[in-house]
């Protein structure tokens, strides 16, 4: 079955960089797009970025180009790389298998996350 497996989070300063990991097993990863998108205490989900299977992406505005996603298709893996965070980005984040794009009703699995906790 399809699965998604997030790492990486835990507590990092302002200004601190994290990487997140989204491991995936269960379908063909080349020929999926993967998302990063996350839910801060208190509020609804926010998408963060994503990444085609041809490796082009697409960032959310509001990043302000801190973060970066990438992916290794020998290792089944995305990659969010979060440099200069913010208290505001304390958050689960989420990965996500994209269908026919990288949000909304495209995203069709969803692992269960990873706490993102930016605090001096």
């Known amino acids: 079955q399809v699965q998604l497996e997030e790492s990486g989070g835990g507590l990092a300063q302002p200004g601190g960089s994290l990487r997140l990991s989204c491991a995936a097993s269960?379908?063909?990863?080349?020929?999926?797009?993967i998302s990063w998108a996350r839910q801060a205490p208190g509020k609804g989900l926010e998408w963060v970025s994503g990444?085609?299977?041809?490796?082009?992406?697409k960032n959310a505005v509001t990043m302000k180009g801190r973060f970066t996603i990438s992916r290794d298709n020998a290792q089944n893996t995305v990659y969010l790389q979060m440099n200069s965070l913010e208290p505001e980005d304390t958050a689960v984040y989420y990965c996500?298998?994209?269908?026919?794009?990288?949000?909304?009703?495209?995203?069709?699995?969803w692992g269960q996350g990873t706490l993102v906790t930016v605090s001096s």
């Open positions: 269960g379908f063909t990863f080349s020929n999926y797009a």
């Open positions: 990444i085609y299977s041809d490796g082009n992406t």
């Open positions: 996500a298998r994209g269908t026919t794009g990288v949000s909304g009703g495209a995203l069709d699995a």
